[in-house]
């Protein structure tokens, strides 16, 4: 799963995520982490991945190498400052990404995550809706990456559906540091990594 968005309920979602004693993966942009680095730091003593979004959420396919370089590492230094950790993984905003941002995130040391399960949470269609649209989303299986977001109306009322539902389906809900392939890996237009050998 991946969050955020506004910070109206993050302590509701870090209380929901450790009585599940589930794990999760934060995505931020550097306005994020700059407006609420309490919530930043809570994150992170909760034992969740702490995930890149980029400095200013722009359409990252249309930006230099230097220029993507700049939203991804500004936000790097950022989280370093206030938690001492590195982190490692970098979502593109919109899911926008071209091979110029895929390299220049993987030279800072960066893994690109796309996600194939959106719970569409920020429309507002109620906690009914977010819940079917994941457990009865035709993409749903193992190495499934789910998006929902920190501040939408209804997540933080769905998140605890969801996590029993997907348990009921028998998947086990890690972070992402914890899912995916770092080497030896092809992605296909899903998101969805695959070994490739040696």
């Given at each position: 799963?991946?969050?955020?968005?506004?910070?109206?309920?993050?302590?509701?979602?870090?209380?929901?995520?450790?009585?599940?004693?589930?794990?999760?993966?934060?995505?931020?942009?550097?306005?994020?982490?700059?407006?609420?680095?309490?919530?930043?730091?809570?994150?992170?003593?909760?034992?969740?991945?702490?995930?890149?979004?980029?400095?200013?959420?722009?359409?990252?396919s249309?930006?230099?190498?230097?220029?993507?370089?700049?939203?991804?590492?500004?936000?790097?230094?950022?989280?370093?400052?206030?938690?001492?950790?590195?982190?490692?993984?970098?979502?593109?905003?919109?899911?926008?990404?071209?091979?110029?941002?895929?390299e220049a995130?993987?030279?800072?040391?960066?893994?690109?995550?796309?996600?194939?399960?959106?719970s569409?949470?920020?429309?507002?269609?109620?906690?009914?809706?977010?819940?079917?649209?994941?457990l009865?989303n035709?993409?749903?299986?193992?190495?499934s990456?789910?998006?929902?977001?920190?501040?939408?109306?209804?997540?933080?009322d769905?998140?605890?559906?969801?996590?029993?539902?997907?348990?009921?389906?028998?998947?086990?809900?890690v972070?992402?540091?914890?899912?995916?392939?770092?080497?030896?890996?092809e992605?296909?237009?899903?998101?969805?990594?695959?070994?490739?050998?040696?």
């Amino acid at each position: 799963m991946t969050f955020p968005w506004g910070n109206e309920d993050t302590a509701t979602l870090l209380s929901i995520l450790d009585e599940y004693d589930v794990k999760a993966t934060f995505f931020m942009t550097g306005g994020w982490v700059a407006s609420y680095p309490d919530d930043v730091k809570a994150i992170a003593a909760a034992g969740h991945d702490l995930g890149n979004h980029s400095e200013n959420h722009k359409q990252m396919s249309t930006l230099s190498a230097g220029e993507c370089k700049e939203e991804i590492q500004s936000v790097h230094n950022k989280v370093k400052e206030l938690t001492g950790l590195d982190m490692t993984l970098f979502r593109p905003p919109y899911g926008d990404y071209n091979d110029t941002l895929i390299e220049a995130a993987n030279g800072l040391g960066y893994h690109a995550i796309q996600w194939d399960v959106d719970s569409l949470d920020w429309k507002d269609y109620g906690a009914d809706a977010i819940v079917s649209r994941v457990l009865d989303n035709e993409h749903l299986g193992n190495g499934s990456i789910i998006l929902m977001h920190n501040g939408a109306t209804y997540t933080k009322d769905a998140l605890p559906r969801v996590i029993e539902g997907l348990r009921e389906k028998g998947y086990e809900l890690v972070p992402i540091s914890e899912l995916i392939y770092t080497e030896n890996y092809e992605m296909d237009h899903e998101g969805r990594q695959y070994v490739t050998g040696n």
